[in-house]
């Protein structure tokens, strides 16, 4: 793989999971800390959210321009704080627990891809993860520049223009914490309100 971009995605409300779920700890991290961890390689790396507070030394974060502006918006105010744009960028929501588990497989299926495809996606069980990918940075640039409006646009919107290369991970639960069931699965414990 050569050299590609990163962006984490933790702008959200968590209005339903009741506590921000960048902050939720699993596997003796947060989350927030998993996902930053996944991008080591990264030649840029950007949190589209909000500052937390102790994160890593030289953690950059690019809060959604607007405020809670949906996933769109956090993917653009993320290419914004790109300056030197590799050839890819990976995009990845932070409530995944499991997606250090996919980083190594997006990697690997964007660096054998044709010129024709703009995206690897991944499927986790016959449902398309579009906030799990790697894509080509020129492409999505464009693609978020074709929008009407930023704010609460759809993020499969955003990506029908890109041409898609899917793959599947056997063995790993690659579904979101979007409510307190969801931790519950993945054993991750709610912290007090």
Same mark, same amino acid.
């Given at each position: ?48 959210? &909000? ?33 030197? =744009? ?10 995944? &627990?499991?997606? =250090? ?42 693609? #978020? ?9 759809? #993020? ?34 709610? =912290?007090?309100?």
């Amino acid at each position: 793989m050569g050299t590609f971009d990163a962006i984490i995605l933790t702008g959200g409300r968590s209005s339903r999971m009741g506590s921000p779920k960048q902050r939720l700890r699993y596997a003796g991290a947060t989350l927030l800390h998993r996902a930053y961890a996944a991008c080591t390689g990264a030649r840029a790396l950007v949190v589209a959210g &909000p500052l937390e507070p102790d994160s890593p030394a030289g953690m950059r974060f690019a809060p959604e321009d607007p405020p809670f502006g949906g996933p769109v918006a956090g993917i653009a105010s993320g290419l914004l704080a790109i300056d030197d =744009p590799a050839e890819w960028v990976l995009v990845l929501a932070v409530d995944h &627990p499991e997606l =250090p588990a996919a980083v190594p497989a997006l990697l690997g299926a964007a660096s054998g891809l044709t010129d024709d495809i703009d995206s690897v996606l991944v499927d986790h069980g016959g449902r398309t993860q579009t906030l799990l990918g790697m894509h080509r940075q020129r492409s999505l640039r464009r693609a #978020v520049q074709d929008l009407d409006q930023i704010r609460n646009a759809s #993020v499969r919107q955003l990506f029908s223009p890109l041409r898609t290369h899917t793959i599947e991970l056997a063995g790993i639960d690659l579904s979101d914490v979007d409510e307190p069931p969801d931790a519950d699965r993945f054993g991750i414990a709610l =912290p007090p309100h």
